[in-house]
């Protein structure tokens, strides 16, 4: 089955399988791919099913969608695409090439389905909220790709990999911070204890 794996200065933030004949991408909350961000129109694009074949077409957005680096109006997509709008890319991975993007894909530092028994080795990890209105609630870190924080202010994606954790910035105007520092969109490693800060909330890493 066709899928879009969407990402942003390398970290994953969100994987959508093409189930519809039509599967429409935007800012706005309706869209069946929302990206919240200023650089994306309210309905940027469209993706349509046609028997095997994917279609995307830009729907006169302000910024454009681009195509392996060229801009589009409406285009067949391949397997191994990657489809560019503001700064995020989407890499479209069809059916077909499924075994190969998957090696491809996890020795890129991208995880995807096909890296779950890879990280089926490590420890249940959860995010624990030290302060604020939600403080001791605890978030299970569940899923290959976590997102947190408060969208246009701060958010930070925490990666479940073969070796570990991993949290890198993803947008925000607010530079998250892991005991005390900085962070930036490389990414760094998580180990258990260690304090991150989120658009003013503290939360703890926890990994038993």
Do not use: C, W
Request: hydrophobic share 40%; aromatic share 4%; proline share 4%.
């Amino acid at each position: 089955m066709p899928k879009m794996i969407v990402s942003i200065d390398g970290v994953v933030i969100k994987e959508v399988q093409l189930t519809k004949d039509r599967t429409t991408l935007g800012r706005r909350p309706y869209n069946d791919i929302v990206i919240d961000n200023l650089a994306v129109s309210g309905e940027h694009a469209v993706l349509q099913m046609s028997g095997a074949d994917v279609f995307l077409e830009d729907l006169n957005s302000t910024n454009g969608t681009y195509v392996n680096g060229k801009a589009i109006k409406k285009q067949q997509l391949q397997g191994g695409d990657t489809v560019e709008i503001g700064k995020y890319k989407i890499k479209f991975v069809n059916d077909g090439a499924e075994s190969q993007e998957k090696t491809t894909v996890i020795n890129a530092g991208t995880v995807v389905s096909g890296a779950e028994s890879a990280s089926a080795t490590l420890g249940p990890a959860a995010i624990k909220v030290v302060s604020g209105s939600a403080a001791g609630r605890e978030v299970a870190l569940t899923k290959v790709v976590t997102t947190i924080g408060k969208p246009g202010v701060a958010v930070a994606a925490i990666t479940r990999r073969p070796h570990g954790y991993v949290v890198a910035m993803v947008e925000g105007t607010v530079k998250p911070t892991v005991n005390g520092k900085p962070l930036g969109t490389d990414g760094i490693d998580l180990h258990n204890g260690d304090l991150l800060e989120l658009a003013g909330t503290q939360m703890q890493f926890v990994q038993p």
